[in-house]
């Protein structure tokens, strides 16, 4: 298995300081940062583009890992490139044509990661996982931070992990000291926070834990 990443979600962080809840993240041990795009459509919510990004990357050299909960994920690919996103990761639901989409995506310059709705059969992705650099398997519905993790997810990262043991694997949503063991043991490599971490008492111990977890 991969090693660990532990990606915050600046979701859960104050967005009037994001240069600097992010640097201080990365101060605390974050391997990536961990971007929530919404657009109101593919989602219920709306948070940032690239504009932000593209100002952000003036203050942070992190790896932005982009998480695009949008429609016609197509449209924003170049966009995401010059802003000096590192990942795009887009939803298998919102497109027809991903094997097109994780070329564009290879060709402007970034990694390509693939996301899974609760609902959507892990087995969507066979096809086109040794295409992609990531696979995001979402443990709660997307569109808000701060929701309860589904353990129902979890044998869907186990199956994913059989099939492809070099593969980076995301978890995103809900994720706890108190439930990572279940997602790593089933295989998850790369682990998204928000609220578990933004709202610690000792977010650097937090990340911390969730590595070595990982990592065991
Ligand atoms: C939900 C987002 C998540 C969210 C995670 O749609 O994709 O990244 O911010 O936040 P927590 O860890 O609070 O569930
Ligand atoms: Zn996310």
Redesign the pocket.
């Known amino acids: 298995m991969p090693v660990a990443k532990i990606a915050p ?1 600046v ?2 962080s104050d967005f009037a300081q994001l240069a600097t809840e992010c640097n201080r993240m990365v101060k605390d041990g974050a391997d990536w940062l ?1 971007m ?1 795009v ?1 657009d109101g459509h593919f ?1 219920p ?1 709306l948070t940032i583009g690239a504009p932000i990004i593209k100002a952000l990357r003036k203050h942070v050299t992190a790896f932005l890992d982009c ?1 695009l ?1 949008v429609d016609n994920p197509e449209k924003w690919v170049d966009d995401f490139a010059k802003a000096g996103a590192s990942m795009y990761t887009f939803h298998i639901e919102a497109t027809d044509q991903p094997l097109e989409l994780i070329d564009k995506i290879h060709k402007a310059g970034m990694k390509a990661g693939v996301a899974v709705k609760p609902n959507t059969p892990i087995d969507k992705v066979y096809d086109i996982a040794d295409k992609m650099d990531m696979c995001l398997v ?10 309860k ?1 589904m353990a129902n997810c979890v044998p869907k990262v186990k199956a994913l992990r059989e099939r492809f043991p070099n593969l980076d694997i995301e978890v ?5 000291l108190e439930n990572i063991d279940q997602a790593a043991e089933a295989g998850a490599n790369v682990i ?7 709202n610690a008492e000792d977010p650097k111990d937090t990340i911390t834990k969730f590595r070595e977890k990982v990592n065991a």
């Open positions: 979600s979701l859960s961990h929530d919404m989602v919510n998480h909960m979402m443990t709660v519905e997307p569109g808000f931070g701060g929701q993790f995103d949503g809900g994720l706890s998204v926070a928000g609220t578990s971490i933004f």
